[in-house]
């Protein structure tokens, strides 16, 4: 029993620290104040996955073709304004392509960094819709464990980026697909990046 108790105390102890030796500039932002935080939107994940398969068995899928249109344009664009943004304070800053030491100061371009991750982190939230529409649209067969560990495992990744050092191409295709059959003749493009995708995950 001893050692499970010193156990524990050690545990506390890094976690304790690790809140302590974090990013203080992004303490106060959404998402970012505590652990509880990522603990609720994974747990709520799960759960909305679980009930959600559990609501749609037998029942009819639902039509909104329009809305994953528009929400798949809005992941377009903010991860354009993402992309913008660190290219943008990389150049200002003359960024190293291999190594960059991480600036904490709170300098105007330190800080536009920080927040385009941040926003890299809250859009890894925000993509949980992928799965909610997939089963909304009765599209289980997508909802597999590689989908389900991939949403779970970004938003804690992303999130102790933002946390310790601060410093979208699929949604293109799936916003023609989500047009209707009509569109798709124009997506033969997508199968070529679905496999390099696979090839960068192999890395």
């Known amino acids: 029993m001893y050692m499970i108790g010193s156990y524990i105390d050690s ?37 909305m996955v679980y009930y959600g398969l559990k609501f749609m068995k037998g029942r009819n899928p639902y039509s909104m073709n329009r809305v994953v249109f528009a929400y798949d344009m809005l992941m377009v664009v903010l991860n354009a304004y993402i992309v913008y943004e660190s290219i943008a304070v990389a150049f200002n800053e003359n960024y190293s392509i291999i190594c ?65 050092t601060a410093g979208g191409e699929m949604f293109e295709p799936v916003a023609v697909n989500a047009l209707g059959p009509k569109w798709r003749k124009y997506l033969w493009w997508k199968r070529y990046l679905t496999m390099l995708q696979m090839v960068c995950l192999s890395f």
């Open 100 to 164: 960059q030491k991480i600036d904490y100061s709170s300098s105007y371009n330190a800080m536009r960094l920080v927040r385009a991750i941040w926003l890299f982190h809250v859009s890894k939230v925000i993509e949980c819709l992928d799965t909610f529409f997939f089963i909304i649209r009765g599209r289980t067969h997508l909802v597999t464990w590689l989908h389900i560990y991939h949403h779970c495992t970004m938003i804690p990744l992303t999130w102790a980026a933002v946390k310790w």
């Open 11 to 47: 545990l506390n102890s890094i976690f304790k620290w690790s809140m302590e030796t974090a990013d203080p500039r992004i303490s106060s932002w959404f998402l970012m104040g505590s652990v509880n935080s990522l603990l609720f939107v994974v747990t709520a994940y799960l759960l």
